[in-house]
């Protein structure tokens, strides 16, 4: 049957209203939290001149793409939980496929600019007013939407796959592993498109985000006792961060591809769509004197 698909069901968690309300009441205070958390987090960098770094730039970019792509993805999905259909249509879906394709794309590029931040701080610190003066942070941050866009968005663009009927998706959202099972055709070569482009796209920025933090260690343990702890704060939200959004993703997409539409992958997809955007705010200012300092003044 090639009748292409014009609509899809998301056939998301449950069916049952008593499951539905206990979600929608949980995924609602998460969205509550991160929008909160994040917009806090952007307000207090924005409006504090002590904040006005790199480090914090970049902060400030990283809860803006949090932002965005849980919002891209929580509202619809708090509607779907009290709908008895819930049917998409083929550009509701589209849309909400590449903005959660470049958002997490993004994120993840970002993290690593992060990384490097971090690493010419404390490894180099005599040269990092040249290295991340402002004009090479705009450039970088311009780089890695650019990147983002290249390494996520344009591959699905330029092999695009015809979708066909039985139009139920096995997951809450249009994402990438739960829309090829609809393809017309063998997904195959698809499926390895996915597992090369997360290798280049996802495993070469966290291990190069290993190497940075292991440079950082080792000039850590060479400094002066008193040094350790600032220096060390500084890092610690940073690799939390990493190891949660990393580790998910990649445990997703390294899955073996017969496994790609189990329900695992759509449990593990909540963490980094939904609950890790809502755990950054809380993360890094729980994590950050300077931050602390800040909303207490406030």
């Known amino acids: 049957?090639?009748?292409?698909?014009?609509?899809f069901i998301l056939l998301g968690f449950s069916n049952s209203l008593r499951v539905n309300i206990s979600l929608f009441l949980l995924f609602l205070g998460i969205y509550l939290v991160t929008v909160n958390g994040n917009v806090l987090i952007m307000s207090l960098i924005l409006r504090t001149t002590n904040l006005h770094t790199p480090m914090y730039f970049f902060l400030c970019i990283?809860?803006?793409?949090?932002?965005?792509?849980?919002?891209?993805?929580?509202?619809?999905?708090?509607?779907?939980?009290?709908?008895?259909?819930?049917?998409?249509?083929?550009?509701?879906?589209?849309?909400?496929?590449?903005t959660t394709l470049l958002m997490a794309g993004t994120e993840f590029l970002l993290l690593a600019l992060m990384a490097y931040d971090r690493y010419i701080a404390i490894c180099r610190p005599l040269h990092?007013?040249?290295?991340?003066?402002?004009?090479?942070?705009?450039?970088?941050?311009?780089?890695?939407?650019?990147?983002?866009?290249?390494?996520?968005v344009l591959p699905c663009l330029l092999m695009p796959v015809d979708l066909c009927y039985p139009n139920h998706v096995n997951?809450?959202?249009?994402?990438?592993?739960?829309?090829?099972?609809?393809?017309?055709?063998?997904?195959?070569l698809s499926k390895i498109l996915t597992l090369l482009t997360s290798l280049i796209a996802i495993f070469l920025p966290f291990m190069f985000i290993i190497v940075s933090y292991a440079c950082i260690i080792s000039s850590i343990l060479r400094i002066h006792s008193t040094r350790k702890s600032k220096a060390f704060s500084t890092c610690t939200s940073h690799i939390t961060v990493v190891v949660l959004f990393y580790g998910t993703a990649m445990f997703v997409y390294f899955s073996p591809l017969s496994q790609s539409s189990t329900d695992q992958g759509k449990y593990l997809a909540l963490f980094y769509y939904i609950i890790c955007p809502s755990l950054n705010p809380l993360i890094y200012s729980l994590n950050n004197k300077e931050v602390k300092e800040v909303i207490q003044k406030m």
């Open 1 to 7: 049957n090639r009748t292409l698909a014009t609509e």
């Open 62 to 98: 990283l809860s803006f793409v949090d932002l965005c792509m849980s919002t891209s993805v929580v509202p619809r999905l708090l509607a779907d939980l009290f709908s008895t259909h819930r049917l998409i249509s083929l550009g509701a879906c589209v849309i909400q496929f590449y």
């Open 128 to 152: 990092y007013p040249v290295l991340m003066r402002w004009s090479m942070c705009y450039c970088l941050t311009g780089l890695v939407w650019i990147f983002g866009f290249m390494l996520f």
């Open 171 to 188: 997951h809450f959202m249009c994402e990438l592993l739960a829309i090829i099972q609809l393809a017309c055709d063998d997904t195959y």
